[in-house]
Each structure stands twice: as structure tokens, then as C-alpha cells.
């Protein structure tokens, strides 16, 4: 689903951009599908910014296979992938991506390359097994503008042994930064993430036969009950240590921050909620209204729908001095509780698990903001009307992508 504000305000050009690396190229040249002058193309191009998270779901070249030997695509099923990506990165040409679960990622900076991302980068590897089974798949980000740098995040693991955890507790996947050259707006950091999955750690050994077949019900449910709580606390402690490593580096650079990435939670049953933190017990209000604003992030989708009651302020309510009663305003304030669109379905049930979290330079609402999200989409065609033949190697969540709008 589609939500697209800003597209009345401005006269649209449609452009055709036909191991720890950052590739450092010379960007192609842009052709333009319009009769205007390049300058004026390039200055409406250079007042929007597309960045997007796409899990690719078990992205591996064969003949490897994924997690276990038989699991491997034929070379059609491999075309079909390639080319569903393919499909969707001219259709919506995103200028920033952040990947999840990528297994080939020589394959993948083959690919985006061709489609005019010179910058890609990842900060680890897969692990191998038997030399072509391969686990652990890592994340990844392409860049139409410079990556200036790339780092893998770090654990406090003194922090972490601090709140109750092991003294080598690292990510269940490593954390990508990526410090991004953007027009305005400068260095920009950005996260890309894959938390812990809600899969239970404990698993039992389906192999013994000793057991009763109550013992096997028992045993199942005490491994489901504890293993499930400990992925959880892998989860949010993975949430709260990147965060705490955000803010420093925030204190340090001053960067604006972009957390993307397959969260495996929603953000609001409390185990993720603290990325979300906006207030603080015991400080000064005017402290807190000083600088708080500087180090939280912001869902998106939030950013989306404020910026939305404030373009309906302005343009629809005009003169108004009371507008607190106004149906459509009240409207737009429900369509935030209901109207956002899963971005993964599991047997009966559907949840929102892909995120995209910005500083407060992408807020409207912020004194010193210099963009605002103006649109937000969640591809989900594959997931709810899938036509084998065009879908049937997609990826199994939705594709999040926001557009950025320099403000005038």
C-alpha cells in the first residue's frame, strides 16, 4: 500500500538510472525522460531522497545451498529471483537499501550494480558448512551517493554484563553503519539490522526415542516456553546496546541517524519500545526540551502521518483558529492506528516487522529539520495477491520504503 501527499505539490520528472567493502566508483550518467532542462530535473531530483528495507528471504547463488543440502534453487527459480529484484528496484528506484538474509553478496553488488548503485557494502560473511551449505546470512546496504565509511557495531560488553548478560555477548547479526554522503543534509549514519528471530534457542532432540508421548509434549513445551523468553532477551538487549552505540556516536559526530531493517517484533509490545523512548523521569524540562530531541529516533511511519495533519493543517484549514473538532483530521488520526499495512503474515495473523526509524532532522515538527517524510509504501503485492509465474521467489516480507522531501 501507497500513501503519497506531496505529489500534487510538485511537477514530477521520472529519471532512469539504468568482506567489508565499500566500492567507490563514478556514478553513471543520469538520462531523463522529459523535455525540461537538466538543471531544473536535477534540482527536483535532489529535493527527494527514496530509502528502503527489503528482506530477500534466503538470497544464495547456486548451486549453494541454505541451512540444509537439498535446499537449493535451480537455475530458473535463481533467475526469477534476480529478476523480481530486479523488477522491483527500477519500478521504485530506491536511492538507499537496506538488505536482510543475504548469503551471496557478490551476487547482490553484481546486481545492484547494474541497476546504478555504486556504493554497497557489508560487514561480514555467511557461515560455510561442507563447503556449500551455508547459515547465518548478513546484511548488506547499496548506496546511489558515496558510503564515506562502514563499520561493524560493537556490544558495550561492559554495559551488557551490567544488565545480566554474558561478558562476549555480541549480535545475533552483525550491525552495519554506514556514513552516507546525502545532498543537504550531509554525513548521515545508517544502521541496517536483522534482530533475533521470535525462533526458540533451546531445541529438543527430536531423535530420542525414549520418551513417553507426554514426556515429548512436556519436554516441547518447556523448550518452547524457555527458549523462546531467551530469544526475546536477545532481542531487546540487541535493541538497547545498538541504541546506546547510536547515541554516542551521535554525541561524537553529530550525524543525522537512519535505522533500518527486519526487527522481528513490532515495536510496540515493549520488547523494541525503547528505541522509541521521547521522555525522561527526574530531569529538567528545560534540558529535556533542549537537547532529548537531538539523540531519540522516530518511527517513519509516525513522521509520516504528523507531517500529514500538518499539510491538511495548512492547506485545508486555512484561517481556522479551532480545528480540534474536525472530522477529517480526526480521521487521519485513526487511519495512523489502523491503516498502516503488515509487512509479514504467519498462518492466521499478520504483523508489522520491518522498520525504518529517523532523527529528528527528518521531522517536520523539528525547529532545525531539513527533510520530512512525504510518502511511505509497503510493497506487499507478492504477499497478497501472488501470481506464481511473476512471485513465486520473492521474499515473504513487504518492502518498506519512504520518500524524503527536502523542506522548502
Avoid at 563514478?26 to 527527494?48: E, F, W
Avoid at 526475546?232 to 547510536?246: D, F, V, Y
Avoid at 527526574?282 to 495533519?309: E, T
Avoid at 483530521?329 to 489502523?338: D, G, H, P, V
Amino acid at each position: 500500500m501507497s500513501y503519497n501527499y506531496l505529489k500534487h505539490l510538485y511537477k514530477l520528472y521520472f529519471i532512469n538510472h539504468r568482506e567489508n567493502t565499500v566500492i567507490n566508483q563514478t556514478p553513471p550518467q543520469i538520462s531523463v525522460n522529459s523535455s525540461s532542462d537538466l538543471s531544473a530535473t536535477s534540482l527536483v531530483a535532489d529535493r527527494q531522497l527514496k530509502i528502503a528495507t527489503f528482506n530477500l528471504f534466503n538470497y544464495l547463488e547456486p548451486p549453494n545451498a541454505f541451512y540444509e543440502f537439498e535446499r537449493i534453487y535451480s537455475a530458473e527459480q535463481w533467475r526469477k529471483k534476480q529478476h523480481w529484484i530486479t523488477d522491483y528496484l527500477s519500478e521504485y528506484q530506491p536511492d538507499i537499501i537496506g538488505f536482510q538474509e543475504v548469503f551471496s553478496t557478490e551476487a547482490l553488488k553484481e546486481l545492484v550494480s547494474v541497476q546504478g548503485y555504486c556504493y554497497f557494502a557489508v560487514v561480514d560473511q555467511p557461515e560455510i558448512i561442507d563447503d556449500f551449505i551455508f547459515r547465518r546470512p548478513v546484511v548488506a546496504i547499496a548506496s546511489r551517493y558515496p558510503i564515506v565509511d562502514v563499520k561493524a557495531v560493537q556490544a558495550n560488553t561492559e554495559l551488557a554484563e551490567a544488565l545480566g548478560l554474558t561478558s562476549d555477548f555480541s549480535f545475533s547479526r552483525k550491525v552495519l553503519r554506514a556514513t552516507v554522503e546525502l545532498p543537504h543534509i550531509g554525513n548521515t549514519d545508517c544502521y541496517v539490522v536483522h534482530f533475533k528471530s521470535k525462533r526458540s534457542m533451546i531445541e529438543l532432540d527430536e531423535q530420542d526415542k525414549s520418551r513417553s508421548p507426554e514426556q515429548t509434549i512436556i519436554e516441547s513445551l518447556k523448550a518452547q516456553v524457555a527458549g523462546s523468553w531467551g530469544s526475546t532477551i536477545q532481542r531487546g538487549s540487541e535493541a538497547a546496546l545498538l541504541m546506546i552505540e547510536m547515541i554516542a556516536r551521535r554525541e561524537t559526530t553529530g550525524n543525522p541517524m537512519v535505522l533500518m531493517g527486519d526487527f522481528n517484533n513490532n515495536l510496540t509490545d515493549g520488547v523494541l519500545s525503547h528505541l522509541l523512548t521521547k521522555s525522561l523521569r527526574f530531569v529538567s524540562s528545560i534540558d529535556r526540551d533542549a537537547f532529548l530531541g537531538k539523540y531519540c529516533l522516530n518511527d517513519a511511519w509516525d513522521l509520516f502521518q504528523k507531517a500529514l495533519l500538518n499539510e491538511n493543517n495548512d492547506s485545508g484549514h486555512a484561517g481556522k483558529t479551532d480545528i480540534s473538532d474536525d472530522p477529517s483530521l480526526e480521521q487521519i488520526r485513526e487511519s495512523k492506528k489502523t491503516s498502516r499495512t503488515p509487512t509479514h503474515y504467519f498462518g492466521g495473523g499478520s504483523s508489522v516487522l520491518d522498520y525504518i526509524l529517523l532523527s529528528c532532522e527528518f521531522d517536520a515538527s523539528y525547529h532545525d529539520s531539513l527533510y520530512q517524510v512525504s510518502a511511505y509504501d509497503t510493497y506487499d503485492r507478492h504477499l497478497i495477491n501472488p501470481i506464481f509465474e511473476r512471485d513465486g521467489e520473492s521474499t515473504d516480507h513487504g518492502i518498506v520504503l519512504i520518500t524524503l522531501t527536502l523542506r522548502s
